[in-house]
């Protein structure tokens, strides 16, 4: 069964570009839209964006400017960028598969703490 | 972009009694053309990422207990959750998939009375 896996630092200097990488084991990443949705601690859901397996995006307009996210089919694996960092993008990140048949996310990541902090 | 709230914002439910969390958009999220609501919900544990409850506004996904059902249309949604378990003590979060940028509700907290 499908299986993601989110890997990255867990604390990132203000002003800085926060990378996270999504390994996706059990199934291939070809054919589904792969998103990026954060939870800062004791809050609700904010979704980022997706991407297809093809390279088509969609972002959060409220990030776009500072958003990019990228997949390597050959590793099997979809990233995660955000530029110029705030203490406001703490937040517990998640990747998570959006199944178009349904147009949900049907599998998520455990999720990583990132921490936005000097 | 399509606002989503959820009332209450917290209950506790006895062992075996019904727990109800109502949702509402901004906005109709449900499509004429095919008569379907684009509203999902998702349950989540402390400490553990979202799981997938129901789509489609009222369809459970596959291995979830069927005494979780939902219903409503246009911007109105219910969760309810039938004979409460202990397993159950969540916070829930109704989705709008309707459009971009997807969008989640506040979530709801239940808990054992």
């Known amino acids: 069964q499908v299986q993601l896996q989110e890997s990255g630092p867990g604390l990132v200097k203000p002003s800085e570009t926060l990378s996270l990488t999504c390994s996706v084991s059990g199934g291939s990443i070809s054919s589904y839209f792969w998103s990026w949705i954060r939870q800062p601690a004791g809050k609700g859901l904010e979704w980022l964006g997706r991407?297809?397996?093809?390279?088509?995006?969609n972002y959060n307009p409220s990030l776009k400017s500072r958003i990019t996210m990228s997949l390597d089919t050959s590793k099997n694996q979809f990233s995660l960028k955000l530029s110029s960092v705030t203490a406001a993008d703490t937040a517990v990140y998640y990747c998570?598969?959006?199944?178009?048949?349904?147009?949900?996310?049907?599998?998520w990541g455990q999720g990583t703490m990132v921490s936005v902090s000097s | 972009d399509v606002v989503m709230t959820q009332s209450p914002d917290s209950l506790a439910v006895s062992l075996g009694e019904r727990a109800t969390i109502n949702c509402k958009s901004s906005?109709?999220?449900?499509?004429?053309?095919?008569?379907?609501?684009?509203l999902a919900w998702y349950q989540q544990k402390p400490g553990q990422s979202p799981k997938l409850l129901i789509y489609w506004a009222s369809t459970r996904e596959s291995g979830v207990p069927d005494r979780f059902s939902g219903s409503g249309s246009g911007t109105d949604f219910t969760l309810t959750i039938n004979s409460l378990q202990a397993e159950d003590v969540a916070v829930y979060y109704c989705?709008?998939?309707?459009?971009?940028?997807?969008?989640f509700g506040p979530g709801t907290k239940v808990d054992i009375k």
């Open positions: 906005q109709s999220i449900s499509y004429i053309s095919n008569n379907k609501n684009y």
């Open positions: 989705h709008q998939y309707y459009t971009i940028p997807f969008t």
């Open positions: 991407i297809y397996s093809t390279g088509i995006t």
């Open positions: 998570a598969r959006f199944r178009s048949d349904v147009n949900v996310f049907d599998i």
